[in-house]
C-alpha cells in the first residue's frame, strides 16, 4: 500500500515569492491534515479536512495561507507571498478516523521550506 | 488547553542500556496518549498508544502506561538497539473536544545510540 506522497521534498524561494505544496493520502483516508513542524518543535496542525471540507482551520494564517482539496482527494497548501519565519517542514498526513477520536496519523515525509 | 511536555534531549546512550523517556500532559477530558517516530529521512510513524488510564501501550520493544493519577505517558525500553536512534513525539489527542479533534505533540526528543 502506498504511503502519504508529498511533493516537493524540498524547495528554496525568495521572500515574497509564492510556493505550493502538494499531498496525496492514502487511499479511502476520508481525513487529510497540514502540520507545520519548525526546527526543534513538535508538528502543529494548520488545517484539518473530513474529505473535501476544511472543518479547522483555526490555526492556519489567512492572509498568507491557503489550502484546497478538491474532490476530497489530493491537497494542495499555498504559501503567497512567503516570509523569512515560513522556513519550516511542512508535513501532510492522513487518517480513515473521524469524529471525536483521533485514531492513527499516516505522515508523509514533509516538504522543506527555506526562504531566503 | 492541551499541552504536552517531554524530557528535552538529546539523549545518548550505549546499545542495550535501558531507555525513559518522560512526558507529562495537561489536558481537558480523557484524552488518548500517543508515542510517535520520526527515523532519520523518514515521515512521522505511530510507535504506540493507549486511550484510558491504567493502558498499556506497546511496540517493538517499547511500552507506555497511561497514568491518570500522574498525568504522564513515560515510554521505555528494556534494551535499545542503534536502530532505535530517532526523534521520538509524545502526543494526545482530546475526544471530549468535539469538532475540533487533533494531536497536540510534544517538542520531540532526540535519541542516539552508540554501539
Known amino acids: 500500500e502506498a504511503g502519504v506522497v508529498q511533493s516537493p521534498r524540498y524547495k528554496i524561494i525568495e521572500k515574497k515569492q509564492p510556493v505550493a505544496f502538494w499531498c496525496n493520502p492514502i487511499?479511502?483516508?476520508?481525513?487529510l491534515y497540514w502540520y507545520l513542524q519548525n526546527l526543534g518543535q513538535g508538528p502543529e496542525l494548520l488545517i484539518r479536512?473530513?474529505?473535501?471540507?476544511?472543518?479547522?482551520d483555526s490555526q492556519l494564517p489567512k492572509d498568507r495561507f491557503s489550502a484546497e482539496r478538491l474532490k476530497g482527494v489530493d491537497s494542495t497548501l499555498k504559501i503567497q507571498p512567503a516570509e523569512l519565519g515560513d522556513s519550516a517542514v511542512y508535513l501532510c498526513?492522513?487518517?480513515?478516523?473521524?469524529?471525536?477520536?483521533?485514531?492513527?496519523?499516516?505522515f508523509g515525509e514533509g516538504s522543506r521550506l527555506t526562504v531566503l | 488547553g492541551n499541552s504536552v511536555t517531554q524530557m528535552e534531549g538529546p539523549v545518548t546512550l550505549s546499545e542495550e542500556a535501558f531507555l525513559t523517556i518522560n512526558c507529562t500532559y495537561t489536558?481537558?477530558?480523557?484524552?488518548?496518549l500517543f508515542w510517535y517516530v520520526q527515523y532519520p529521512g523518514e515521515g512521522l510513524q505511530l510507535l504506540l498508544k493507549?486511550?484510558?488510564?491504567?493502558d498499556k501501550g506497546s511496540n517493538k520493544g517499547f511500552e507506555a502506561t497511561y497514568r491518570k493519577e500522574t498525568t504522564s505517558f513515560h515510554l521505555e525500553k528494556g534494551s535499545v538497539q542503534v536502530s532505535d536512534s530517532a526523534v521520538y513525539f509524545c502526543a494526545l489527542s482530546d475526544p471530549l473536544n468535539f469538532g475540533n479533534e487533533k494531536l497536540t505533540f510534544g517538542t520531540g526528543t532526540r535519541l542516539t545510540i552508540i554501539p
Open positions: 489536558a481537558t477530558g480523557y484524552p488518548s
Open positions: 487511499s479511502g483516508h476520508n481525513t
Open positions: 479536512y473530513e474529505n473535501e471540507e476544511a472543518v479547522d
Open positions: 493507549a486511550t484510558k488510564a491504567d
Open positions: 498526513a492522513s487518517s480513515l478516523v473521524a469524529g471525536p477520536y483521533v485514531g492513527e496519523l499516516f
